[in-house]
T-cell receptor, first 111, second 117 residues
Framework: NAGVMQNPRHLVRRRGQEARLRCSPM?????VYWYRQLPEEGLKFMVY????????ESGMPKERFSAEFPKEGPSILRIQQVVRGDSAAYFC?????????FGPGTRLLVL | AQKVTQAQTEISVVEKEDVTLDCVYE???????LFWYKQPPSGELVFLIR??????QNEISGRYSWNFQKSTSSFNFTITASQVVDSAVYFC??????????????FGKGITLSVRP
């Protein structure tokens, strides 16, 4: 059983471009979470999704960020018009119930 | 609101020493879950343990042990006879699900453990 997959592992964008981060949960897991890890900080919750539904987006910035988990395919975290402050590691986790299993993360660098 | 405090930021020990990583949490909920995750230099997050608020039994897994004390709101992690491979950042986390068990995790800032040979 493959673990949580995230791609790309590294992403470089220039200011103003769009970043799309993908997360494929573990087989059988219907809950997906996104977290952001800024340098020298712990992980901060962004959004919790189930298939076709956003359950909790209390940690999402109000502008430029969106997330989806369609019926088919991976979950996508989308950042529009990236700024330097968006540079961080973005982790996805999936869960069958109480324990969240994390992917390897996507390191986003905004130049 | 939930909060997790890991007051130690960096710890350095020599191989074979025992080391305890502290975690203090705050929540008004009576039902909650506590977690420890390990982030080795390669960057991924590895699940270590989950504890619910009704189970104060201490747990031991090989060289790892956890001490949960509700009276002091602490969930400390001890590594016995540390090894170089234990070098990593260790995160303590808390979740307070409104129903069932699915909810966001609130993380501490992490403790960087360096084990020297």
């Amino acid at each position: 059983n493959a673990g949580v997959m995230q791609n790309p592992r590294h992403l470089v964008r220039r200011r103003g471009q769009e970043a799309r981060l993908r997360c494929s949960p573990m087989k059988g897991h219907s809950h997906v979470y996104w977290y952001r890890q800024l340098p020298e900080e712990g992980l901060k919750f962004m959004v919790y999704l189930q298939k076709e539904n956003i359950i909790d987006e209390s940690g999402m910035p109000k502008e430029r960020f969106s997330a989806e988990f369609p019926k088919e395919g991976p979950s996508i975290l989308r950042i529009q018009q990236v700024v330097r402050g968006d540079s961080a590691a973005y982790f996805c986790a999936s869960s069958p119930s109480a324990i969240q299993y994390f992917g390897p993360g996507t390191r986003l660098l905004v130049l | 609101a939930q909060k997790v405090t890991q007051a130690q930021t960096e710890i350095s020990v020599v191989e074979k020493e025992d080391v305890t990583l502290d975690c203090v949490y705050e929540t008004r909920d009576t039902t909650y879950y506590l977690f420890w995750y390990k982030q080795p230099p390669s960057g991924e997050l590895v699940f270590l343990i989950r504890r619910n608020s009704f189970d104060e039994q201490n747990e031991i897994s090989g060289r790892y042990s956890w001490n949960f004390q509700k009276s002091t709101s602490s969930f400390n992690f001890t590594i016995t006879a540390s090894q170089v491979v234990d070098s990593a950042v260790y995160f303590c986390a808390l979740s307070t699900p409104p129903d069932g068990a699915n909810s966001k995790l609130t993380f501490g800032k992490g403790i960087t453990l360096s084990v020297r040979p």
